[in-house]
């Protein structure tokens, strides 16, 4: 079936700097690729809708300053979470559209200090 | 707006035996797509299963299956055979079966915990 690969699997930073995590289709090209956010215990919120060569489609309450979100290829977004702060603390998914199904990333673990 | 309900925040099965999860949601929609999503502890999501929902017959995977009621708007996931790797959050999802607008609404997840 179709991968997708994310990096880092976990990260640490210091508050005020900023942390990129990068999203990969590695076996299917991706024209849309999608950022959750999930926090303990709880269910995916969907942050943004990221369309391969366009801007990103942010949902209603999402910061779209603090969270860059770049799809330059169909095969690789990135997520950028800009001057981080310790309520940005959590763990972070992409998946990948491949016909009608998507494919998730194993997340991303961020904890800001 | 579509909407996903699952009521059961957690169950729990004693391994080998069968266990249901149950999911509603509410949509205008003709045209859609149902899901299955597991979560294991390592917090990979795997698809467990999908429904058409123009298709009347129920989907199956293996121990896996649904109870697809279209006018009451349920989507329910059997386990058979319960096995201790089925431990896991298990979420409904919703798709539109629209190009463009292919974004997966989640419910809130049931924990499922399987004893031996």
């Known amino acids: 079936g179709a991968v997708v690969s994310q990096h880092p699997s976990w990260v640490i930073c210091k508050s005020g700097t900023s942390v990129k995590i990068e999203c990969r289709s590695l076996d299917f090209q991706a024209t849309t690729m999608f950022w959750y956010r999930q926090f303990p215990k709880q269910s995916l919120m969907l942050m943004a809708t990221?369309?391969?060569?366009?801007?990103?489609?942010?949902e209603q309450g999402v910061e779209k300053d603090k969270f860059l979100i770049n799809h330059a290829s169909l095969t690789l977004s990135t997520l950028t979470v800009t001057s981080a702060h310790p309520e940005d603390s959590s763990f972070y998914i992409c998946?990948?559209?491949?016909?009608?199904?998507?494919?998730f990333g194993p997340g991303t673990r961020l904890t800001v200090t | 707006a579509q909407t996903v309900t699952q009521s059961q925040p957690e169950m729990s099965v004693q391994e080998a035996e069968t266990v249901t999860l149950s999911c509603t949601y509410d949509t205008s929609e003709n045209n859609y797509y149902l899901f299955w999503y597991k979560q294991p502890p390592s917090r990979q999501m795997i698809l467990v299963i999908r429904?058409?929902?123009?298709?009347?017959q129920n989907a199956t995977e293996n121990r896996f299956s649904v109870n697809f009621q279209k006018a009451a708007k349920s989507f329910s996931l059997k386990i058979s055979d319960s096995q201790l790797g089925d431990t896991a959050m298990y979420f409904c999802a919703f798709m539109k079966h629209e190009i463009g607008t292919d974004k997966l609404i989640f419910g809130t997840g049931t924990r499922l915990q399987v004893f031996p």
């Open positions: 998946s990948a559209r491949d016909l009608n199904e998507q494919y």
């Open positions: 990221s369309n391969e060569g366009s801007k990103a489609t942010y």
């Open positions: 429904q058409e929902a123009y298709k009347q």
